[in-house]
Structures are given as structure tokens and as C-alpha cells.
């Protein structure tokens, strides 16, 4: 089984920063690409970062230059670094790994930025 279990969560100001990460376990980690989305009341969940297993990232237009994505196929872990944080950046963040023709999702983290 597939497990993603995400941690760093938690309240900034605008302008702040926090650090998500997430730890895979159930698959071979340094083979899959990892995805981080989030999900703010009334929106739908968006694609906010995601990095291969070589390591090339993406970004979402949204947080391009204020977040980044990173993994260590070492621990199974992959994070995201968020940097000069908006109140629009407010949401439930998410863990994602396609694999096995299934996508899995971890429980989410909690993002609140507000002054």
C-alpha cells in the first residue's frame, strides 16, 4: 500500500514562510514524480509544484519565484518551501504520487496566511 503522510502546516503572516513535507512509503520513491496541490475553500484543488525523479521541477504560474519544490529519494521525502506567503495562498495542501495506474493522496496540511 501506498502511504503519504504530509507535516509543516500552519499559520503565517503575509510575506512569511513555512515548509511542507511529505513522506512516501509503499512505492520505489526515487522512481516516481511527486506532486504537491492545494485547495482552498470553494476552489477547486490545483497543481501547485511538482518534481521528477531526476529532479526538474514545475510550478504553477501562481507561486512561480515564492515556492520550491524539493526531494530527498534518500528519506522518501519530498517539500515544498514557501516563501513570501499571500493571503490567497490560504489552503489545505496536498501530497500526490501517480503510481500503479492509481493516483494517492495524502490527508493534507493546513495553510492559513493572514495578518
Known amino acids: 500500500q501506498v502511504y503519504l503522510v504530509e507535516s509543516g502546516g500552519g499559520s503565517a503572516q503575509p510575506g512569511g514562510s513555512l515548509r511542507l513535507s511529505c513522506r512516501a512509503s509503499?512505492?520505489?520513491?526515487?522512481?516516481?514524480?511527486m506532486n504537491w496541490y492545494r485547495q482552498g475553500t470553494g476552489t477547486q484543488r490545483e497543481l501547485v509544484a511538482n518534481i521528477t525523479g531526476g529532479g526538474s521541477r514545475s510550478y504553477a504560474d501562481s507561486v512561480k519565484g515564492r515556492f520550491t519544490i524539493s526531494r530527498d529519494n534518500v528519506r522518501n521525502t519530498v517539500s515544498l518551501q514557501l516563501n513570501s506567503l499571500e493571503p490567497e495562498d490560504t489552503a489545505t495542501y496536498y501530497c500526490?504520487?501517480?503510481?500503479?495506474?492509481?493516483?494517492?493522496w495524502g490527508r493534507g496540511t493546513q495553510v492559513t496566511v493572514s495578518s
Open positions: 500526490n504520487v501517480q503510481a500503479r495506474g492509481s493516483s494517492f
Open positions: 509503499g512505492i520505489n520513491f526515487r522512481l516516481y514524480t
